[in-house]
T-cell receptor
Framework: EAGVTQFPSHSVIEKGQTVTLRCDPISGHDNLYWYRRVMGKEIKFLLHFVKESKQDESGMPNNRFLAERTGGTYSTLKVQPAELEDSGVYFC???????????FGSGTRLTVV | ELKVEQNPLFLSMQEGKNYTIYCNYSTTSDRLYWYRQDPGKSLESLFVLLSNGAVKQEGRLMASLDTKARLSTLHITAAVHDLSATYFCAVVRAGNMLTFGGGTRLMVKP
């Protein structure tokens, strides 16, 4: 089966610009998670979708971040406007409701300059 | 708030040596994961530990869980260069979200 796909793999943008990250989960996985690793720090939870609904967005840093999951399939994470501290690697993961496994994508490395 | 502490954060070791990575967590959880990440790649699941005393082994890696001590270990036996990577432990909290340790960057030298 295809894994979790994220794109772009790298993005370099200027402060104040907008960037949209995309995650395609494994087909049939209802749960979709976004995580972020800022340079030198631990990987932190951002939010969790169950199908198209936001189950928990307690990790979203501020209202410059907007996540959507259209039709319960792929998800996008938009950062607008981007700030320097948003730089890091953004990971997406998906899982089913009944297994213990999370499958992660390769991440998007975002650099805000 | 669940906190997960991993140590060491960086480990340089010779091939053939043994070493242990430690993962402490602050509150009760029913699942603990170990992941491996190679540069630019995804997090690869190594082990899922579900119960106290659980021990799992795959090749040169062995993971164990002590839920009473809130401690998991990842033991490396006779390290080889191919094991060089960053290793993360992660603990499940309410809502099935993962709380990660800071990661251990392992370098195995010939």
């Amino acid at each position: 089966e295809a894994g979790v796909t994220q794109f772009p793999s790298h993005s370099v943008i200027e402060k104040g610009q907008t960037v949209t990250l995309r995650c395609d989960p494994i087909s049939g996985h209802d749960n979709l998670y976004w995580y972020r690793r800022v340079m030198g720090k631990e990987i932190k939870f951002l939010l969790h979708f169950v199908k198209e609904s936001k189950q928990d967005e307690s990790g979203m840093p501020n209202n410059r971040f907007l996540a959507e999951r259209t039709g319960g399939t792929y998800s996008t994470l938009k950062v607008q406007p981007a700030e320097l501290e948003d730089s890091g690697v953004y990971f997406c993961a998906s899982s089913t409701r009944v297994t213990y496994g999370y499958t992660f994508g390769s991440g998007t490395r975002l650099t805000v300059v | 708030e669940l906190k997960v502490e991993q140590n060491p954060l960086f480990l340089s070791m010779q091939e053939g040596k043994n070493y242990t990575i430690y993962c402490n967590y602050s509150t009760t959880s029913d699942r603990l994961y170990w992941y491996r990440q190679d540069p630019g790649k995804s997090l690869e699941s190594l082990f899922v530990l579900l119960s106290n005393g659980a021990v799992k082994q795959e090749g040169r890696l062995m993971a164990s869980l002590d839920t009473k001590a809130r401690l998991s270990t990842l033991h490396i036996t006779a390290a080889v260069h191919d094991l060089s990577a960053t290793y993360f432990c992660a603990v499940v909290r309410a809502g099935n979200m993962l709380t990660f340790g800071g990661g251990t960057r392992l370098m195995v030298k010939p």
